[in-house]
Structures are given as C-alpha cells and as structure tokens.
C-alpha cells in the first residue's frame, strides 16, 4: 500500500468537507440566521417556499382591499353627486311654485297675495277691496280662513262662556246667604267654646279628688307612725318573748329532722370554701397530659376542623356574613343581641349561652373561611344599652 496515496486522500476529504462549511457560513450571513452544529439545506428551501407562498397571498389580499376601497370611493362619488343634482332640482321647482302663487295660480296663499273681500258700509253698500297677506287662522279650532260662526266649536264656546257669566252673577247676589254663613261660624265656635270650658271644669275637678286622696293617704301614715312609736315604748318586751319562743320552737325542729344544733357560726362555710379552693389549686398544679390543653369554659377553645377553625366562647352573637340555617336559629333563641349586615346593625333576638352555643358553632362552621366569618363577640349580659356594645366593638 502506498501510504502517500492514503494521505492524499484523506486531505482532499477534508478540503472539501470545509469548502462546505464556508458554503454554509455564507448562507447563513446572507439569510442573517444563526445556527450551531450543522446546516440542513432541504429545510432551508422548504421556509424559502413557505415565505414565497406566505408573500403572494398577502399581495393578493392587498390587491383586494385596494379594489374595495377604489369601489367605494366611486360609490361615495356617485351618491354625492346624485344628491346635489336632486338638490338643485329641488331648489327650481320651490322657485316655480312660488311664482305660480304669486300670480295666484297655486295651491297655498302666500304672504304677498292678493284677494278681494266685500265690507259693508253704514248706508248699505258694499265695497269690494283688494287686501294682501294671508287671511287669519282660527283661535278656536286653528284651520286658516274660518269665519267665526262656521266654525263647529263655536257652540260649545259659547255655552262656556254663558255658563261662566252665571256662575259670576250668582256668587255676586246672595248676600243673605254669606250672612247665613257667618251665622253658622259663630255657633261653631261659642260650641268650641263651651266644650272647652267644660274640659277645664272637668281637669279641674279631677285635680281636687287627687289631692284630696293624698291627704287622706297621709293621714293615714302619720296613724301608723303614731301606732308603731307607742309599740316600742309598751310592747317591746312581749315582742322579744315571742320572738325567742318562735326561735326555740324552730331549733327543736331542725333537730328532729337533721339531729344537729342550729348555729350562727360562719367558720365551717369559710373552711369548706378554702377545701375547695386547695382542691382547685392541686389539679392546676398537677402535669398536663400530653396533647391536651386545659382551658376554662369562659375562654376562647380553637378545634381545628381541615382548613376551618372554630372559635368557641359565650356571649352574644354581633356579626355574621352569611344567611341560611344562623337565620333560623336566631328566631329560634331567646334574649336580645345585635347582627351586623355589612354596614348596618339589625337587631335580632340572639343571646348565646352554653345551651345553644354549640348550635350557632356547628351553622357559622360550615362556612367559616378567610372571607366569610363568624364572630362571636363577649360582653355582659346586663349591657343592654346599643351605644354600650359599640364602645365593645370599639375596644375589639
């Protein structure tokens, strides 16, 4: 083997292999692409084809919409010209009618025409006169050229008008029946009159026999008073032995049923209060289980239920953001409290307590969320006042 002849090969392969890749650098200078690792010609020329396709048919939607457009433009064209010339036609025939009415050929009655009309003199002639302008509407009925009498409302007009005259002379006649009138005011009031002094007459008796009654009930005070001081001078010995032997008779019976003496002692009441308070103090002391925490019945106890967490304390129930099973729960219970809907405060009967406290927790959890919440606000129950809660709410 001639290992020249091996070398030549291999640098005529290689040569090539760049010439290529010079071609391909070019090509991509050209079409201002930048790729790594090799270059596919057929894909080049596959979005060569497709950018030639792409370009025609946007030429071709150019092409249409300049052809709408120029339709358009020459339909605008004729239609302006169109109504210019029927303007202009318009225009000659309003000229023509106006000259017809002038000689008084037309139709209408302008301003400037002439017609004759017939008047009447004081010996009884009768004048003919050319008068110019139109001749006047009707002030009843509107239409132009009306005699008065041919007019179909001049009847009713008249009717009116008689019927208006009588009314005026009748309100101006009956003078005895004004006086009449004035009679009748000054007997309604002399009976205003009277029934008010009767009313005055009536308070003022009702006020004698009310302070007449006090005087009789403090009359007989002061005999009580007098009865009870003379008491405590004579009788104040036979009241005490009564009163011993009303207690005697009393501890023999508490002895019978329970077979202990009666005491006034307060001491055992205070060392079984202090048992109990020592008893209270050892379970606190005591070490809690684990997992569970004791909190008392009057604080707040979370229970966290999935996402939704319940909060659990007496009060009453002041706000709430939805409806449905709490509505009917507040009719349901007894006492007073308010809700607020929003801005505005309504008043409702709700007072929660340890009965049906759990009931308004068990409705308000099932939508106890980020957005809608439940709260229960605690204040005393003897605050009834509603600027009282306000200062509450205020505080929280």
């Known amino acids: 083997m001639n290992l020249n002849r091996a070398d030549d090969h291999i640098d005529i392969v290689i ?3 760049e010439k290529k890749m010079m071609m391909v650098m070019m090509m991509m200078r050209m079409m201002k692409r930048k790729h790594v690792g090799d270059y596919d ?19 071709r939607k150019k092409g249409r919409e300049r052809k709408t457009m120029m339709k358009n433009k020459k339909k605008e064209e004729k239609e302006v010209v169109v109504a ?9 025939e309003r000229k023509k ?48 050229g009306h005699i008065k009498k041919e007019c179909p409302l001049y009847e009713y007009v008249a009717e009116c008008e008689k019927a208006e005259e009588n009314k005026k002379e009748k309100e101006k006649e009956p003078e005895e029946g004004n006086n009449t009138l004035k009679e009748k005011e000054s007997k309604e009031r002399e009976t205003t009159v009277k029934g008010n002094n009767n009313t005055r007459k009536e308070n003022e008796s009702k006020e004698k026999k009310l302070i007449e009654e006090e005087q009789k009930l403090q009359a007989i005070e002061k005999e009580k008073e007098s009865k009870i001081k003379e008491r405590e001078k004579t009788g104040k010995k036979q009241e005490k032995e009564q009163n011993q032997e009303k207690g005697k008779a009393a501890t023999q019976k508490e002895k019978e049923k329970t077979g ?28 809690r289980e684990e997992g569970k925490e004791e909190v008392s019945p009057k604080r707040k106890t979370k229970e966290n239920i999935g996402s939704n967490r319940r909060y659990k304390f007496y009060g009453t129930l002041v706000q709430y953001r939805h409806c449905g099973e709490m509505e009917e729960l507040i009719s349901e219970t007894e006492g007073y409290s308010w809700v607020r809907m929003g801005t505005e405060w309504k008043e409702t009967g709700a007072l929660v307590h340890e009965d049906n406290a759990d009931a308004f927790i068990e409705a308000a959890g099932m939508n106890v969320t980020r957005h809608t919440k439940c709260r229960l606000l605690r204040y005393p129950r003897e605050m009834e006042n509603y600027n009282d809660l306000k200062k509450v709410m205020e505080l929280n």
């Open 15 to 17: 040569r090539e292999s």
């Open 41 to 59: 010609v057929e894909k080049e020329k596959k979005g060569k084809k497709r950018m030639l396709k792409m370009r025609k048919i946007l030429k």
């Open 84 to 92: 210019e010339e029927k303007e202009e036609e318009r225009k000659k």
């Open 97 to 144: 009618q106006r000259k017809k009415v002038k000689e008084g050929k037309g139709k209408g009655e302008s301003k400037g025409e002439k017609r004759i009309e017939e008047k009447e003199v004081e010996d009884g002639r009768t004048l003919y006169v050319i008068v110019e302008g139109r001749k006047p509407n009707c002030y009843l009925c509107g239409t132009r």
């Open 260 to 287: 202990k003496e009666h005491t006034t002692d307060k001491e055992p009441k205070r060392q079984e209060k202090e048992k109990e308070k020592e008893s209270k103090k050892r379970e606190r002391e005591k070490p």
